[in-house]
C-alpha cells in the first residue's frame, strides 16, 4: 500500500508548492493536459490503424 502514501505525499507537497509559486504549478498542469491530449490522440490513430490494418482489404473491395 505505499503507492497510496505515495501519492498522497505527491498531494500534499503539490498543494505546498502551488502556495509558494503557484505559476510553477500552473505551468506544470498547463504541459500535463497537453500531454494528456496528445497521448489520447496518438491512441486513438492507433486504434484506427489497426482498424484499417484488420479490416484493410474489406475497406479496398468496398471502394
Excluded: C, W
Excluded at 15 to 33: G, S, T, Y
Amino acid at each position: 500500500m505505499s503507492t497510496g502514501l505515495d501519492k498522497e505525499l505527491i498531494r500534499q507537497s503539490l498543494k505546498e508548492l502551488a502556495n509558494e509559486d503557484p505559476a510553477f504549478v500552473a505551468a506544470l498542469l498547463a504541459e500535463v493536459e497537453e500531454e494528456l491530449k496528445q497521448h489520447k490522440k496518438q491512441r486513438l490513430e492507433d486504434i484506427i490503424r489497426e482498424d484499417f490494418d484488420e479490416y484493410g482489404d474489406v475497406f479496398r473491395a468496398l471502394a
